[in-house]
């Protein structure tokens, strides 16, 4: 099967900038479509981005503009690119993996991605 580890978290203040990723081992995820989620305190895990096999990427109207996702298929690795980085970004963040290669119409969804990684803590300070 697919194993996911994020990695990257850490404690920036607002305004800055961080990057996570999204390292695979076990059976390759080469071209599975990839999705960021969070998850704050106190709320339900939501999405933030995903990317498709073929690099086509979607967000949130929450972090579209600020954050970017890419992958790097030969390193088996996708990345999360935080910039203008705000105290209400705090959260844990996941990365998963569908096994398909396009981009469902329902990639926002917990339920249309198969592998999970156990997130990294992101807190952003005033």
């Known amino acids: 099967q697919v194993q996911l580890v994020e990695s990257g978290g850490g404690l920036v203040q607002a305004g800055g900038s961080l990057r996570l990723s999204c390292a695979a081992s076990?059976?390759?995820?080469?071209?599975?479509?990839m999705g960021w989620f969070r998850q704050a305190p106190g709320k339900e895990r939501a999405f933030v981005g995903a990317?498709?096999?073929?690099?086509?990427?979607t967000y949130a109207d929450s972090v579209k503009g600020r954050f970017t996702i890419s992958r790097d298929n030969a390193k088996t690795t996708v990345y999360l690119e935080m910039n203008s980085l705000k105290p209400e970004d705090t959260a844990v963040y996941y990365c998963?993996?569908?096994?398909?290669?396009?981009?469902?119409?329902?990639?926002?969804?917990?339920?249309?991605?198969?592998?999970w990684g156990q997130g990294t803590q992101v807190t952003v300070s005033f």
């Open positions: 998963a993996a569908d096994p398909r290669t396009y981009l469902s119409g329902s990639y926002g969804s917990l339920r249309e991605y198969e592998y």
């Open positions: 990317i498709s096999g073929r690099g086509y990427s």
């Open positions: 076990g059976r390759t995820f080469s071209n599975y479509a």
